[in-house]
């Protein structure tokens, strides 16, 4: 059964520091993918990134990167230099290969940065 | 950037009545899925409907649940007879399959509110 844990419920930093969202996930498929979304305030779900179990390089985009980690099932998120509009509820998510946009969602880690 | 459209915003009802979620994909896509996020909970997979007909379920898309492509443009979740449990954010989702860059485009959701 797929199963993702962000076991940070909250989170508060001062803007321009760093921070790591953890997402710790459970899956019996070999091939599977992963997702970030942000959902700021307003409600919608903001597409951040989606990797596949094949592909462990690192990735960076601006201030965002994440790391892949097969070997402890984690899929971190870091925000570097963080800014007042990154404060959201970032979600982490697991899809199988069957259905591979049929996405289980972790219960969402709430990040305020503090101006 | 294209976008995937809902309406209403957000839709009040009374238990019972009958509620139907629209919802306008991106127009080349071809997948299309529910999703609903009770306040303050993560976001959960309703239903996946391809090519006319429904790919996937959970178990949370009971009897009570339908949905419908009844235009070619509009994608519809029909709830029959709405339970006080059933108020949450209700999300479409869309997705045209890429050579594996594919993104799940989300709406910004309906809040149902059921009395």
């Known amino acids: 059964a797929q199963k993702v844990t962000q076991a940070q419920t909250e989170i508060s930093v001062v803007e321009k520091e760093d921070v790591t969202l953890d997402c710790v996930y459970e899956t019996r498929d070999t091939t599977y993918y992963l997702f970030w979304y942000k959902q700021p305030p307003s409600g919608e779900l903001v597409f951040l990134i989606r990797?596949?179990?094949?592909?462990?390089q690192n990735e960076i985009s601006g201030r965002y990167s994440w790391n892949f980690q097969k070997s402890t099932s984690s899929f971190n998120f870091t925000i570097t230099a963080s800014q007042v509009v990154d404060s959201a509820v970032y979600f982490c998510?697991?899809?199988?290969?069957?259905?591979?946009?049929?996405?289980?969602f972790g219960t969402g880690t709430r990040l305020t940065v503090i101006p | 950037e294209p976008e995937v459209t809902q309406t209403p915003s957000h839709q009040v009802t009374q238990m019972g009545q009958e509620v139907i979620l629209r919802c306008v994909p991106i127009s080349n896509h071809l997948y299309f899925y529910w999703y609903r996020q009770i306040l303050g909970q993560k976001v959960e997979f309703l239903v996946s409907?391809?090519?006319?007909?429904?790919?996937?379920k959970s178990e949370i898309f009971d009897d009570q649940f339908s949905v419908e492509r009844p235009d070619g443009s509009n994608f519809t979740l029909k709830i029959r007879s709405t339970k006080l449990e059933d108020s949450a954010m209700y999300f479409c989702?869309?997705?045209?399959?890429?050579?594996?860059?594919?993104?799940?485009?989300f709406g910004s959701g309906t809040q149902l509110s059921v009395l």
């Open positions: 409907f391809y090519n006319n007909e429904i790919s996937e």
């Open positions: 998510a697991l899809s199988d290969p069957t259905g591979a946009n049929n996405l289980f």
């Open positions: 990797r596949n179990s094949f592909d462990e």
């Open positions: 989702a869309s997705l045209t399959r890429g050579l594996g860059n594919e993104k799940l485009f």
